[in-house]
């Protein structure tokens, strides 16, 4: 199942939740589509539909496999706004590929720091400031370096806290792409103060297309894709992660709650940005992240000033 949040393009006062029907490039609104399985949403946000079929182990999206012959209010996907998949409750980014904390650093002249062999170490992000597929990022006018991030998105589905290893993909609600933008210089600055990033981070990050249920990810193998103006600048692989998304669950949640809604960046997959390739964006630069069965993730860089 595959859930996503938007507008209609002849209504951009009114945000929809819908259930994509990839096959018949339109989305269903998901009221709709589940009043007629017998499930009536309360809130009817894309965290409530996530929560329902995570804790009914996946009966909503094994139900709704074929959408064909379902008639509902819909929407062509070409004729609608795209928003953030999910209503964010907090946002928390890993650093889980090896190859990626590797380059970086060593690009730098550091090496990798023995803590992060023994956790999967992450930095708290803005919520609040998520885009959706195809909306501009726009560049900060305080810096002069912008880079993107290819990362796997991964919201969890259910409340839990000191969630062990084992039962955390009970806990997973569901997959996206997310694109960690940064703002090289200024992050450099700020981490080398010892806390951070912030600003080097928090002026934006994308995700989208929408969100995909475990059922339909492979997440021990997916190809990991990022095109500049149609050109390939990364190629890699999730099944080459250090930290497994369980392992993240577990550090996370020890001594504290994860909620419906929280997410998690996987980190940036090796070779999955320019800190690591040497290759810079550009003002009006196409950026354009493709993860193996999720579908593909499209912004714009814009400077305003």
């Known amino acids: 199942m595959k859930i996503m949040r938007f507008k209609p393009e002849n209504r951009l006062n009114e945000v929809q939740v819908g259930i994509v029907d990839i096959s018949n490039n339109r989305v269903l609104s998901a009221q709709e589509v589940l009043r007629q399985i017998g499930v009536n949403t309360i809130e009817n946000t894309a965290i409530e539909i996530i929560q329902l079929n995570t804790n009914s182990q996946g009966e909503l999206s094994d139900k709704l496999k074929d959408l064909n012959s379902v008639e509902a209010a819909n929407w062509n996907l ?90 955390a993909n009970s806990f997973i609600g569901g997959y996206t792409i997310m694109n960690d933008w940064s703002a090289r210089d200024i992050q450099f600055r700020e981490q080398s103060v010892g806390l951070g990033p912030s600003k080097g981070k928090d002026f934006g990050t994308s995700l989208g297309p929408w969100l995909v249920t475990p059922d339909e990810f492979d997440v021990l193998n997916s190809r990991m894709i990022a095109r500049v103006n149609s050109e390939i600048w990364s190629d890699n692989n999730i099944g080459n992660i250090y930290w497994s998304i369980n392992q993240m669950i577990e550090h996370a949640s020890k001594a504290e709650i994860l909620y419906p809604g929280d997410v998690f960046g996987s980190g940036t997959v090796g070779g999955g940005c320019g800190a690591e390739h040497g290759n810079w964006l550009q003002n009006d630069d196409v950026i354009e992240l493709e993860v193996e069965g999720i579908g593909k993730l499209r912004s714009k860089v814009s400077k305003l000033h």
């Open 78 to 167: 070409d004729d609608i706004v795209y928003l953030p998949p999910v209503e964010a409750t907090s946002l928390r980014d890993f650093i889980a590929f090896e190859e990626h904390i590797k380059t970086v650093r060593g690009n730098r002249g550091a090496e990798v720091p023995d803590a992060w062999y023994e956790m999967p170490v992450y930095y708290k992000g803005n919520h609040k400031s998520l885009l959706g597929h195809q909306e501009p990022i726009i560049w900060p006018d305080y810096s002069e370096v912008v880079d993107y991030e290819l990362e796997l998105g991964v919201v969890i589905g259910k409340e839990g806290t000191d969630i062990s290893e084992t039962e």
